[in-house]
């Protein structure tokens, strides 16, 4: 027998089967609804639940806190439909809907950024419009891996012609390793999206962070340039993490656009190894640098892109400085086998 989840406030009602996850169901019926990486790592799906059966899989504490918890949050892709559910949106005002597209594109140009990170730039054959929000990601079928298609953030900004990717090899990895012999120019590639909802938002006019790790500059650099063209100014604090020199670029570019604006503030901050002479860079973490800067982050946005690890430190310190999970919007670059988990705890509200 079905079930029937309702959103509070709106008209919308649709049929899930017992055991589909809410996002699942609302997804699968065309809802709009807020969400990245659907696997309780990053909050985004979080909404209150006003009534009804669900069984809530496993999440990590940094999606939800215990007092969201016990207040009524849970996480729409954790939780299971055992019984008829209604939720109630967080973030209305913040959501957007784009429409999901299945474009295909060709490569116009794959270039070498670091030792192992390419910039993949693509045209849009058909399929397109493609209207997304900068910081947005999609899911993408390359031809040499079929049938295995990776999440990767636009890194260009919707006015920005064609679609931008910086893919990170992982090593042994399916798809992006060895990615720069195996993908050419007039290469077909299947995007499928936009997805997520680590985007800029637009009509927030306080200071912003935003933290990158490796890769992560993709998001933080489409986040960048639709900032630098918005009429009104804010304090912006870039803070990217590499491990050494080798793994620093776009930099001319961000400084460039750092420049226009006198009060955004750029650092790079080295792991491993020491700056090249007469570069001025700090090093160690990167979320010490920023701990070194900040006590508060309160009245902040902050957006936050690349490996788990430091999507998980960055987050933590955010939030323990005062920033509510509301203002955190992060997209860990989690591969694409870590997207199963387990059951963990029974909810019920009459
Ligand atoms: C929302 C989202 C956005 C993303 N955006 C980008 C992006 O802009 N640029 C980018 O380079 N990547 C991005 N990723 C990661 C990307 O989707 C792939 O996971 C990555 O390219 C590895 O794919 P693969 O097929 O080469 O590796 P797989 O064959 O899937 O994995 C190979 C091995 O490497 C491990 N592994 C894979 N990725 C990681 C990782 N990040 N950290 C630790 N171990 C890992 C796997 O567990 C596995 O053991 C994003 C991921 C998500 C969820
Ligand atoms: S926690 Fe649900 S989409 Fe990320």
Same mark, same amino acid.
């Given at each position: 027998m079905s079930h029937i989840i309702r959103i509070e406030g709106s008209s919308t009602a649709v049929d899930a089967e017992p055991g589909d996850t809410v996002l699942d169901a609302l997804l699968m019926a065309g809802v709009g609804f807020s969400y990245s990486c659907?696997?309780?790592?990053?909050?985004?799906c979080r909404c209150e639940l006003v009534s009804g059966d669900i069984l809530e899989l496993e999440y990590s504490e940094h999606a939800l806190s215990a007092e969201d918890r016990a207040r009524g949050v849970v996480l729409a892709c954790r939780a299971q439909v055992w019984g008829d559910v209604t939720v109630r949106r967080l973030d209305d005002e913040e959501f957007v809907v784009h429409p999901s597209r299945i474009l295909d594109c060709r490569v116009t140009a794959v270039e070498k $950024?670091?030792?192992?990170?390419w910039r993949v730039r693509l045209d849009i054959?058909?399929?397109?419009?493609y209207a997304f929000s900068a910081g947005q990601y999609a899911s993408v079928e390359f031809p040499f891996a079929r049938g295995k298609a990776r999440d990767y953030s636009? %890194?260009? $900004?919707? !006015?920005?012609p064609g679609i931008e990717f910086h893919v990170r090899e992982m090593s042994g990895? %399916? @798809?992006?390793?060895?990615l720069g012999e195996k993908l050419a120019v007039g290469d077909a590639v299947r995007v499928s999206g936009p997805f997520?909802?680590?985007?800029?938002?637009?009509?927030? !006019?306080g200071p912003v962070i935003a933290v990158a790790g490796g890769s992560g500059l993709a998001p933080i650099r489409a986040i960048l340039v639709a900032l630098d063209q918005l009429l009104d100014e804010r304090p912006v604090h870039v803070y990217v993490g590499a491990?050494?020199? %080798?793994? @620093?670029?776009c930099e001319d570019e961000i400084r460039g656009l750092a420049r226009l604006h006198p009060d955004w503030h750029v650092h790079w901050v080295l792991s491993h190894g020491e700056p090249d002479p007469g570069r001025a860079r700090r090093t160690g973490l990167v979320t010490d640098a920023i701990a070194q800067d900040f006590t508060t982050f309160e009245g902040f946005k902050a957006y936050v892109a690349g490996p788990p690890a430091m999507v998980g430190a960055a987050s933590e310190l955010l939030q323990a400085r005062g920033l509510p999970l509301r203002d955190l919007h992060a997209d860990a670059f989690y591969p %694409?086998?870590?997207k199963a988990s387990a059951p963990s705890e029974e909810v019920s509200i009459p």
């Open positions: 659907q696997a309780g790592n990053c909050g985004t $950024a670091t030792h192992d990170i054959r058909t399929g397109g419009p636009m %890194a260009n $900004a919707p !006015f920005e990895g %399916a @798809v992006s390793s060895g997520g909802s680590a985007h800029l938002r637009e009509k927030h !006019f491990r050494t020199e %080798a793994d @620093v670029y %694409a086998d870590r």
